[in-house]
């Protein structure tokens, strides 16, 4: 089983399961979800490289700037002030 293949297909549907997640830990936990739902037969070595490589498609996307969708005020410097 490719895992580039399948990190590629959650990333591409992230806006539409993802829609509700407010931040990071959010995601990932969706993240997770979607993988532990879909491909079960992955070790958990497997699904951590792919929550990984999810997650890091969706930092380099900008997916949790402060946008719809995206998790406004979830960076430390907001948590501090």
């Known amino acids: 089983m490719n895992l580039r293949e ?3 297909h959650i990333a591409s549907q992230a806006d539409d399961f993802l829609a ?3 931040n990071r830990a959010e ?3 969706g993240v997770n979800e979607l993988i532990n739902a879909d491909y079960f037969s992955l070790t958990p070595a497997e ?3 792919v929550a990984d490589g999810v997650m890091a498609i969706l930092e380099d ?4 700037e402060a946008e719809p969708g995206g998790g406004a005020g ?3 410097e907001d948590e501090e002030e």
């Open 20 to 22: 509700g997640a407010s």
């Open 27 to 29: 995601a990932r936990a």
């Open 47 to 49: 699904r951590q490289t």
């Open 6 to 8: 399948i990190i590629d």
């Open 74 to 76: 979830d960076t430390e």
């Open 61 to 64: 996307e900008g997916f949790f």
